[in-house]
């Protein structure tokens, strides 16, 4: 169990990279999504090339950011039963969730994804849209997201199993700090940073 451990801690961590260049792609979304506002609304021209990477990185953020919802425990839950559960009962049905459906779909996805890609990168497939963007990248994140997930899944499905066997704590209890809170703390502690250095270089 302690190299399974090991294991998930890898996992995680390439998840946790994953999820945090999903949090970029979300600005860069966001600032291609204005700037392709402002050109069409002031020069009353656009390009379909910025329009189409601008839906790439939504694709990307939401394909490749399941895996970091999952570690994170941020995905959709019916709290209204699950804190009526016993913590056991909470990992059980994770457990039968995670073998019977997550791994499953992720096989799925993963057979059915593929050839998509496959075939574009073969193919060099275009967009159908004049200035179009050639079109493998966006298939290629199919597999990829459903991969990440996957792993993701075996990493929770090891966690769960070694609190039932008590051999790691509950990985469903939220008595610590929410999301908003470590955001807000990782937020304050990089403007403290800032301030230190901005009043160093003044003195």
């Not at 021209?45 to 970091?68: D, H, I, P, R």
């Not at 997550?102 to 967009?127: D, H, N, Q, Y």
């Not at 792993?151 to 039932?164: D, G, N, P, T, Y």
């Not at 066997?165 to 703390?185: C, F, I, M, R, V």
Request: charged residues 15%; contains cysteine; positive net charge.
């Amino acid at each position: 169990m302690t190299m399974l451990l090991r294991f998930t801690r890898a996992i995680d961590a390439v998840n946790r990279a994953v999820g945090w260049l999903a949090m970029w792609l979300i600005l860069a979304a966001t600032l291609i999504s204005a700037g392709n506002a402002i050109v069409r609304r002031a020069f009353g021209t656009s390009s379909n090339a910025w329009l189409e990477v601008q839906w790439y990185l939504f694709a990307a953020v939401f394909m490749l950011g399941g895996g970091y919802a999952f570690l994170r425990n941020a995905h959709v839950r019916i709290d209204f039963i699950s804190s009526k559960l016993s913590a056991r009962a909470r990992n059980w049905i994770d457990v039968l969730g995670i073998v019977v459906f997550i791994l499953p779909l992720c096989v799925m996805m993963i057979r059915l994804g593929w050839p998509l890609f496959e075939r574009a990168w073969v193919s060099g497939e275009m967009s159908s849209n004049a200035g179009g963007l050639v079109r493998w990248p966006v298939y290629l994140l199919i597999p990829a997201g459903f991969a990440l997930l996957a792993l993701q899944s075996l990493s929770e499905l090891v966690k769960r199993i070694a609190f039932l066997t008590g051999q790691g704590p509950d990985p469903l209890d939220h008595t610590g700090p929410s999301e908003t809170e470590l955001l807000a703390k990782e937020i304050a502690a990089a403007e403290a940073e800032r301030a230190a250095r901005g009043g160093a270089t003044k003195s």
